[in-house]
């Protein structure tokens, strides 16, 4: 779980997208609220939006590899309501074109690959 959080290569499964979602709205209101209370520009607020950044960049990331698990590109996360959907439908049956199904359900055998 969490191998290269930060690419938007390969497939992920529900369990591993719904700890990115608790992380990622975890810290994005509590950098929020800790912008609101920093005031005016210093050096704390910008290392707070440089891992802001970092941040949304790990959003991304996890839901274009969740899209991916499921079939879709990456245009995908733009639909409404995109991340309850992904948050609860189940993962593609076997591998696909971007990778092998992260559960192991219909991936072929290893001496197949």
């Known amino acids: 779980m969490f191998q290269n959080p930060f690419s938007f290569e390969g497939r992920i499964r529900r369990k591993e997208y719904a700890i990115s979602l608790f992380i990622y709205f975890t810290l994005f209101i ?4 800790i ?3 920093i ?4 050096i704390f607020r910008l290392i707070l939006r440089i891992v802001w ?3 949304i960049w790990f959003k991304l990331a996890q839901s274009a590899k969740r899209s991916q ?3 879709k590109a990456w245009w995908f996360l733009f639909m409404p309501f995109c991340d309850l959907w992904l948050l609860f439908k189940t993962s593609q049956y076997g591998n696909n074109k ?5 559960k192991g359900l ?3 055998e290893p001496e197949n690959l």
Not at 30 to 33: A, D, H, K
Not at 39 to 42: A, I, R, T
Not at 98 to 102: K, R, V
């Open 98 to 102: 971007y990778g092998l199904n992260p």
């Open 39 to 42: 005031g005016e520009e210093n």
């Open 53 to 55: 950044i970092f941040l």
């Open 106 to 108: 219909g991936n072929p």
């Open 30 to 33: 509590s950098f929020g609220i």
């Open 69 to 71: 698990d499921l079939g």
């Open 35 to 37: 912008d609101v209370f």
